[in-house]
């Protein structure tokens, strides 16, 4: 059952724009191979900029997280 594999693929990442798009924060467009913030789960995609603040508070997140882990 290889898609049982794909379950930590959910986290959000940058990925290069394979088609133009509408960043979900600023509507800017996301040019077809410009950075972009990609969150699977939900098939949002964010440009470059609100991108970066994205992913600060999704590390900011995880770090809590797996410091909460860590202290149990
Ligand atoms: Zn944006």
Do not use: L
């Given at each position: 059952?290889?898609?049982m594999r794909r379950k930590k693929n959910l986290d959000p990442r940058w990925i290069t724009?394979?088609?133009?798009?509408?960043?979900?924060?600023?509507?800017?467009?996301?040019?077809?191979?410009f950075p972009?913030?990609?969150?699977p789960l939900t098939k949002t995609i964010f440009c470059e900029q609100c991108?970066?603040?994205e992913y600060?508070?999704?590390v900011a997140i995880t770090?809590?997280?797996t410091m909460v882990s860590n202290s149990l």
């Open positions: 059952m290889p898609f724009a394979k088609f133009n798009s509408q960043c979900k924060e600023c509507r800017q467009t996301v040019q077809k191979n972009a913030f990609w969150y991108g970066s603040r600060k508070t999704y770090h809590d997280e």
